[in-house]
């Protein structure tokens, strides 16, 4: 039986899918996606699919991966999606196919404990208080994890500045000379995924090996048939951060630290360890104050030979003393390497360094742009402008002949991938533009479901009273609904003033009225999801959430738990970002319209995962308000209007008022 006929069966009433899941509804749009998909695999060549929210995507891909016999790679957006694939669904669909399926999880090495560096860190005795009773909870943990992956480990705060003590980096892991090597949980994962018939890692891992072929994934790619991306829309901002060359202030401060403590530990006395970490560190903190203060917080734009604003001779001057620091550090090491693998990596990581300053000395490679991003630290980042030709010539090989290569399966599927049929926003910086391309509508009636409302006596999106009206409209929303409201913003600035304002109405007000507000960045993103979800149970208040970047996309409250979603502006590109920019730049020098086809697109497609937080289920209700009047004043409204799907329109307050109303009734 062919392979297309069997995933019919499968989605068909009484299939195997209805039989092992109660809840199981055949879908027209998801036995669709899962037949494109397999004829995909058995044609090879590249499938791009929009799959609407309540398509049930997830299955639609993973039926006739699994059904195909073929070795599978799955990637996903961000790690906790490759845990519920990984966890949840894998497991289920494989028992309810009754397949002999290996499956393997494998992620970065930053998410896995480093059982060398736990000695390291234990050893030494600066860490504060609270850092030491997290490293003692990891230690024991850490006789009892067969994994080693930290996001295994209860309590364990995403921030906690323990983590990168405790796990390796490319840079400072010692390879097969490590004392823990046959104990590692890096290779032991590594090695798991090369015996495995489905592996699924993430977009970073992915990128971060087809940058540096360092990952595992090297070995593990070539002996793939089919490979999915899932959450694909965020593949081309993902790819260009591992695909360009990055050299920070923070990593020679890192290299300074580990030189000293090596130095000291294995060779004390043979070398002047002091005065080389003295170096290195007195070249960054050069560098630093060659940009000053007045750029904090910025990213600064780089022109021929230095950022904007900058004194060249400065900041040349700058460059050359932190390749001469690393040189020199190189040096050092070169004459002790055999004492200690620990000295083989830091004089690789000298090596490097050295030539990471070097480069960034000569002008910027074609095709690519150049900033610093200034903080406390400096990054300064050499990107190209999108994936396309990593794409076409390292994932698809288009100019290969190898026969393998060309028989791949590429699978790239998302909610959300454009706002146009040939779904031009994502295939043409991931270099798609002949791939096969699909779109299936949600199966949600919205119309039913959800409603529009887009207040029109509102303060324009620049007038410095527009966030407190923002603040104003979700309270009364949030305080008619106990809760259930998420408020998306699109700057950190309007984050931490409609925070301020709704906690001055929830928290200091009427008792009876009283809400919890909860805020991005004062609690990690797992604490705050698991918050809002349980607000208003339980004898909890209810919870207002107000959020930003992150929280757009990949948020799932479904059922009552969210029942108003607030938007403060149309989510634009920040102009002044050197990438856009520079992404606007080209666009013009080819006779196009950088706000038609860059700006537009971008915000549409911002829009829709916004949007996309509200209905979840068949059975979820909700309004959805957009508080910026461009909307409806400005003809380029009507595009990302349509982009927002189809809900009912609301024309006045009242009807929003009415609107909330019937969501309690």
Not at 211 to 221: C, F, I, K, W
Not at 315 to 323: I, N, S
Not at 623 to 636: E, F, H, P
């Amino acid at each position: 039986m062919q392979l297309e006929e069997r995933v019919r069966e499968v989605f068909a009433q009484g299939g195997a899918l209805s039989r092992a899941a109660e809840q199981f509804l055949e879908r027209e749009g998801q036995t669709r996606m899962a037949l494109a998909v397999a004829q995909a695999i058995e044609e090879g060549g590249a499938l791009v699919v929009e799959a609407g929210t309540g398509v049930g995507k997830t299955f639609s891909y993973l039926v006739p991966a699994l059904l195909s016999g073929e070795r599978v790679l799955l990637s996903t957006a961000t790690k906790t999606l490759q845990d519920q694939l990984f966890g949840r669904d894998l497991p289920r669909l494989i028992e309810a196919l009754g397949l002999p399926v290996r499956s393997a999880l494998l992620k970065g090495r930053a998410s896995y404990l480093c059982l060398h560096r736990l000695e390291l860190a234990q050893r030494d005795a600066s860490p504060e208080r609270a850092s030491q009773r997290t490293l003692a909870k990891i230690e024991q943990w850490s006789k009892a994890t067969r994994t080693g992956d930290l996001a295994e480990l209860p309590g364990l705060d995403e921030r906690s500045p323990v983590i990168p003590l405790v796990t390796s980096t490319r840079e400072n892991c010692l390879g097969a000379q490590c004392p823990q090597f046959r104990a590692c949980h890096v290779n032991l994962a590594r090695r798991e995924a090369l015996a495995a018939d489905v592996v699924v890692v993430n977009h970073h891992l992915f990128f971060a090996d087809l940058a540096v072929r360092e990952s595992g994934m090297a070995e593990l790619l070539p002996s793939v048939r089919v490979v999915v991306f899932d959450e694909a829309h965020q593949l081309n901002e993902t790819g260009v951060q591992f695909l360009g060359v990055q050299l920070g202030s923070a990593q020679a401060l890192d290299f300074s630290r580990d030189l000293l403590a090596a130095g000291l530990l294995h060779a004390r006395g043979l070398v002047d360890w002091q005065q080389l970490a003295a170096r290195v560190e007195r070249a960054a903190r050069e560098l630093r104050l060659a940009v000053g203060k007045q750029w904090a917080g910025t990213k600064l734009r780089w022109t021929e030979a230095a950022p904007e604003g900058i004194p060249e001779q400065l900041w040349q001057g700058a460059l050359d003393e932190m390749q001469d620091a690393f040189e020199q550090a190189a040096e050092g090491l070169d004459m002790v390497t055999e004492l200690s693998p620990d000295f083989v990596r830091l004089h690789e990581r000298a090596a490097e360094l050295a030539r990471r300053s070097a480069r960034f000395a000569q002008p910027c490679a074609g095709g690519s742009v150049r900033w610093v991003d200034v903080g406390n630290q400096l990054r300064l980042v050499e990107s190209p402008l999108d994936i396309a030709q990593a794409v076409k010539s390292r994932m698809l090989k288009e100019d290969s002949e190898d026969p393998e290569a060309q028989g791949r399966s590429w699978i790239f599927t998302s909610a959300t991938l454009g706002d146009e049929p040939q779904l031009r926003w994502f295939t043409e910086p991931c270099g798609l533009e002949a791939a096969n391309v699909l779109r299936v509508s949600s199966p949600f009636d919205y119309p039913q479901q959800a409603a529009l409302y887009v207040p029109r006596n509102f303060p324009k999106p620049s007038d410095p009273a527009h966030s407190a009206q923002v603040a104003r409209l979700a309270g009364r929303g949030a305080a008619r609904l106990g809760g259930r409201t998420l408020v998306l913003t699109t700057t950190l600035r309007a984050l931490r003033s409609i925070g301020d304002d709704l906690r001055r109405q929830f928290e200091q007000g009427d008792a009876a009225q009283q809400l919890e507000v909860l805020v991005q960045g004062e609690l990690p993103k797992r604490v705050l999801m698991e918050r809002f979800r349980e607000g208003g149970a339980h004898g909890r208040p209810g919870c207002v959430l107000v959020a930003s970047a992150s929280f757009w996309e990949g948020f799932d409250a479904p059922g009552e738990a969210l029942q108003l979603v607030v938007i403060d502006k149309l989510p634009f590109p920040p102009p002044n970002d050197p990438l856009v920019e520079a992404r606007s730049k080209r666009l013009e020098s080819q006779g196009r319209s950088a706000f038609n086809d860059y700006f537009l697109p971008e915000a549409a497609v911002a829009l829709k995962q916004g949007a996309g937080r509200l209905i979840r289920r068949e059975s979820d209700r909700g309004v959805l308000a957009i508080c910026d009047t461009r909307l409806t004043a400005m003809g380029y409204g009507k595009r990302l209007l349509s982009a927002v799907p189809g809900m009912r329109r609301l024309d006045s307050e009242a009807d929003f008022d009415a609107a909330l109303a019937t969501l309690l009734s």
